[in-house]
């Protein structure tokens, strides 16, 4: 009896697994916008793309020197709404074009950026700025509250997820406040120009619970240039290109995960995305 009991409540978790409508996509000028029934407000929304960056940012004025100026347009938004295709133009020429898909407890990105022109790109890394107020329990409106949200976020040291604020805190820099985390071989020059961490991640996944701790939300792309946290209640897992030689093709992924909080569960599923990746 007890074994037909647990077989019977599996099935139900699978059907009721199987009948979830999961994700679904939207566009709203320059948001992206992540939606499923059971996220708080329903919506994540992520300014996507912030903006694309020069080297050199960590001591440089953000607007006069490290933006890259480029339009977006939607090429194709599927009608179920879990594909979503976009194309990004640099003003130094380079196109990127992005496929972004929709799971029940993921959002897949694949990006190709190339470069047509005949001189080099000084795209190095780009910016998903997602906005995590509401996902958090602390609303839209910030109010001078921008650090409020630090405790439910994290990043993983040594392997170990570990809660924000992280000590030593960095407090120093052109804009305060803010904690950047550089990925591995990234210049400290050529970070965001938000204090700086000396702490080195033990990878790109970077992520927070919601108000109940009932769900975990996470992000990570590859190649990786940063990890950061904003003054818009906001995490980033900042992608890295490298510039591109003209003629240049360069490849970059990324994923979100909104899945139960089960830390050992999230790194095997990152470890399986990106193969390598942990301990790196």
């Not at 993921?106 to 950026?113: G, S, W």
């Not at 700086?196 to 590859?222: K, R, V, Y």
């Amino acid at each position: 009896m007890k074994f037909f009991l647990l077989l019977v409540t599996a099935l139900v978790l699978v059907g009721a697994a199987a009948q979830s409508p999961g994700i679904t996509l939207r566009r709203d000028g320059h948001w992206l916008l992540i939606e499923r029934p059971d996220l708080p407000g329903g919506t994540i929304r992520i300014n996507y793309l912030e903006a694309y960056c020069r080297p050199g940012a960590h001591d440089a004025d953000w607007v006069r020197h490290t933006v890259i100026p480029h339009t977006n347009d939607l090429v194709e938004l599927a009608p179920d709404r879990r594909r979503l295709l976009l194309r990004d133009r640099l003003a130094d020429g380079v196109v990127v074009e992005h496929v972004i898909t929709a799971a029940a407890d993921e959002v897949d990105f694949r990006l190709t950026a190339r470069n047509p022109a005949q001189t080099v790109s000084e795209a190095h890394w780009a910016q998903p700025c997602v906005r995590l107020g509401e996902f958090t329990g602390f609303g839209a409106a910030f109010r001078g509250g921008e650090e409020d949200y630090l405790p439910r976020c994290f990043l993983f040291l040594d392997g170990r997820l570990s809660r924000l604020p992280l000590q030593p805190w960095a407090k120093q820099a052109r804009y305060t406040p803010g904690q950047v985390w550089r990925g591995p071989r990234v210049p400290a020059d050529d970070v965001n120009p938000r204090p700086l961490s000396p702490l080195l991640p033990s990878h790109g996944l970077i992520g927070c619970f919601n108000a109940d701790e009932s769900l975990i939300f996470a992000t990570a792309w590859e190649p990786w240039h940063e990890l950061f946290q904003g003054v818009a209640r906001c995490l980033h897992s900042d992608f890295r290109l490298g510039g591109l030689l003209p003629g240049e093709t360069k490849e970059v992924r990324g994923k979100i995960y909104l899945v139960a909080p089960d830390a050992t569960a999230l790194l095997r599923r990152y470890e399986a995305d990106f193969p390598g990746r942990v301990g790196h």
